[in-house]
């Protein structure tokens, strides 16, 4: 084990850095917590080479950060997702908030994956390179999780929804 955190354990670092947006308290907290599972998988762990080894820290380390990500996510309050709108009468407002609410109860129904990437578009205005990157999946991968996400909105809340052209969504 002690070998296995002295080959490891710098690029765990550094791709916890990466994940957490350069938190060093962050990144050091996920690295701990991924030797910890690794020595309570001990017994499974020391069966596998070196190099499945250390994509098992990696692997664990990246769902370690997702895990986070989602739970501080979900406690997001709804009002960080009000996007202002022209017309700041009463009416108004009250509709954006009804469509805002609805989309927010739909987001965190979808599957994981697309709500992941439906809020770090519209919610984080992250580009289809840094979601990529920060979920460890291809930007493909986003912009089509992204076409789902709006079409399930748009197909059950409707088109009004005022955040649905709006960052993160440029094609790179």
């Known amino acids: ?9 710098e690029g765990l670092h550094l791709h916890a850095l990466r994940l957490n947006q350069g938190d060093p308290a962050s990144a050091e907290d996920l690295v701990q917590e991924v030797f910890q599972a690794a020595a309570l998988a001990w017994a ?28 501080s996510a979900c406690d997001a309050p709804l009002a960080d997702m009000v996007v202002s709108t022209a017309a700041e009468d009463t009416y108004h407002r009250a509709i954006h908030s009804i469509l805002l609410e609805r989309c927010w109860k739909l987001l965190r129904s979808m599957p ?10 519209w919610h984080e205005d992250m580009t289809t390179g840094e979601i990529a990157e920060h979920l460890g999946i291809a930007p493909t ?31 790179e």
């Open 112 to 121: 994981t994956a697309r709500f992941r990437v439906a809020y770090l578009t």
């Open 44 to 71: 499974t762990l020391r069966c596998l080479d070196s190099d499945r080894r250390r994509a098992w820290l990696f692997r664990v380390l990246q769902n370690k950060s997702i895990d986070r990500w989602r739970s």
């Open 1 to 9: 084990m002690a070998e296995l955190f002295q080959h490891t354990a």
């Open 141 to 171: 991968t986003v912009r089509v999780h992204r076409k789902h996400a709006r079409d399930e909105i748009i197909e059950t809340i409707g088109p009004d929804v005022p955040f649905l052209g709006c960052a993160g969504e440029e094609e």
